[in-house]
């Protein structure tokens, strides 16, 4: 894999930023920078189960990658309503400030690559 180019970085984030205003099946979270949670990934794939790695693997599957899905019910019960409840209540940005920060992180973009 190769890293994104600032071209198509700019690309990823207008999709998401499409979708959030306009996918009503779509919500982005956008943590608040002051939190401790900034150094992994999850992602919960409806059922499969809870993929859980590093932010800063690189991806590179032949040095140092790991990755867990843990598909164990309890255990993805328990993270939803986590999620759902101490995540959302106090860790992640307003919607409105999410999407001020993608449009304001889009124009930084823009204009520097000119």
């Known amino acids: 894999m190769r890293p994104y180019t600032k071209k198509e970085r700019i690309e990823i984030l207008k999709n998401l930023l499409y979708n959030e205003e306009n996918n009503p099946h779509f919500n982005l979270h956008l943590l608040k920078c002051e939190d401790d ?13 809870l993929e859980i790695t590093s932010m800063d693997t ?9 990755e867990a899905i843990v598909k164990q019910e309890d255990f993805i019960e328990l993270y939803t309503q986590y999620f ?3 995540l959302l209540k106090k860790c992640v940005k ?3 400030d999410s999407v001020l ?10 204009e520097s690559e000119q």
């Open 101 to 110: 920060f993608l449009k304001q992180l889009i124009s930084e973009l823009e």
């Open 84 to 86: 759902t409840g101490e």
């Open 58 to 66: 690189g991806y590179n599957l032949k040095e140092g990658h790991t």
């Open 37 to 49: 949670y900034l150094n992994m990934e999850m992602a919960y794939f409806e059922n499969i189960g």
């Open 94 to 96: 307003p919607a409105n």
